[in-house]
């Protein structure tokens, strides 16, 4: 027998015992069929007007503490009672009923003091609570519009019963809808948890997560939007069709998704999940979901209560290791490349080759696709050697004057991704050039001066100067600041050394020409101071006449008197 099909009066007298041990029945087999929670009432409002045989039976559910809404209801006026809202201090049976947590009946109503019952024109009128675990869940309502003393102890009793039933029915059919539900969202859980921990670039598990937020959700529609600086930025869409995501990011790219962007702002202030109602005439996504309600769930790494706010506390772990693995994974790529630079430029002995190879090398792994030298000299750099989209560009002239020199004078870094803008800016160097964004660092000596700069100009992806490119760019410049110096040193060195041998061969020369130049003296001293020597000089007596003696005894002037000045070794005097 299908639950609903059958009378619960068949064979059996109206309100007798046999036909209400039956009418128990016929309910508890229809939860152990699975019944849903809409269905199960409907079967209770039209199954238990039969019993009552009374002209309707109406179901308010309690949605607080002090309000009642009309869910379903079977009979006289069953189409205007759902959605009806009844408050707590309202004059009504069914407010009784659940204030004093008993079955209430009333004949021969008074309309003027229970006015609602009075527009379904109820003679009589009887309403049992549903009470399950001491808490009121809503109320069961009988009516009668024809016989002004229906109700009766009786009948109350197995409207007690009945409701009480119901009560328990419905709690454990709810039960077990949180249990499937938990059990879904659980599977759910450990399916993110598996999925972005086998990810690890940070794009697929944002995709991830918002794949398995709109299962979860049993939404048409998922976005994740991560703040990037002040402002938040799309980065995953999911959606029950490919079209369908196709149109949210073409909406968000022509900036028409702002009110997405407000409420994550306002998710992130409040630091928990929020929810707002949305008329598809008010947004930007009118078309392509109906009216309902808008989740903005921020990503913390701290606890949240919420499956919602439970998968973007994953997601924004998962996000974090994620980005922490492509951090490393390109830091250490760049370790490799730096290497790799080093090991190839390492080879290279001539200062304009390496220079070429360098600005060629420094270009391409920065992302620039142009990158130039400069030397200082006498307080002007002077571009020596560039690259430009893979092509050396050997160059010979000055870097402009203005901010950018000042800037690395001062031994600053300067960029900027819009050169027209910067104050004293040369604007006809830069359109001859077409330079769109520079980056330019200086040459640091290990004494701390400036030795010439480094810069890169034209991002080739487009996007604006980062840190990380400022970082990159500095680690290369030091490079090329060690090999300047380095060959500055070496050229010092090599000015000392020719500079050694000249001192050198001017000291030999006056070794050799010093011995001429006393002997010469030296006739001119014994002419000076002895006169001229005889005509015929005996061989015992060749200085002054004395024989035996040196001439220097014999001559004791020499030791008092005035020499005349010395001449210049290189003069040619004698």
Known sequence: MRVGDTSVLEGATPRSDEAFQRLLLQFSAAAAQGIDTPSLIDLFCRATREFFQVDGTYFWRRVSSGEMVGMEAHGLGAESFRGKRLKASHSAVAIEAVRLRKTVYVNRLDAARYPMAAEFHARSLMAAPLVVSSEVIGAAVFLHASDGDFFSEDLAAKATILAGQLGSLLEASRLSHVSREEHRRAEILAEVAQAIHSVPAASAVVEAVADRLRVLLRTRLVCILLREGAAFALRAVSAESAQLADAARARHDRKGLHF?????????????????????????????????????????????????????????????????????????????????????????????????????????????????????????????????????????????????????????????????????????????????????????????????????????????????DIRRAQALAAQAAVVLEVTRN????????????????????????????????????????????PANPSPRSRSCGVSAKPWESLCPSIRTRSFPPRQPILSGGT
């Open 260 to 468: 997405a962007a407000d409420l994550a702002m306002r998710a992130v202030a409040a630091g928990e999940p929020i929810s707002v109602a949305i008329d598809p005439s008010s947004h930007a996504l009118g078309d392509l979901v109906p009216a309902g309600m808008l989740i903005a769930a921020p990503f913390r790494t701290s606890l949240t209560q919420g499956l919602v706010s439970a998968v973007a506390g994953f997601g924004a772990v998962a996000i974090a290791n994620a980005e922490l693995y492509a951090t490393a994974r390109e830091q250490a790529h760049e370790l490799h490349q730096l290497l790799d630079i080093s090991s190839e430029l390492g080879t290279i002995g001539h200062l304009d080759e390496f220079m070429q190879q360098f600005v060629l090398r420094a270009s391409d792994f920065l992302g620039f696709s142009r990158a130039f030298i400069a030397l200082l000299e006498d307080g002007v750099f002077q571009l020596r050697w560039g690259a430009d989209n893979g092509v050396t560009d050997p160059m010979d002239h000055e870097f402009p004057e203005g901010t950018a020199r000042r800037a690395l004078i001062n031994k600053e870094v300067f960029w900027t991704d819009d050169p027209k803008k910067v104050p004293d800016a040369n604007l006809e160097m830069i359109a001859k050039l077409k330079v769109r964004q520079i980056l330019a660092l200086p040459l640091l000596g290990s004494d701390g001066q400036v030795l010439g700069m480094f810069g890169v100009l034209d991002r080739l992806d487009r996007q604006g100067i980062s840190q990380e």
């Open 490 to 533: 070496l050229d010092l060195s090599e000015q000392h050394r020719r500079r050694a041998e000249s001192l050198m061969g001017l000291a030999l020369a006056l070794k050799l020409v010093a011995p001429l130049w006393w002997s010469g003296r030296i006739q001119s001293w014994k002419r000076w101071c002895c006169g001229p020597p």
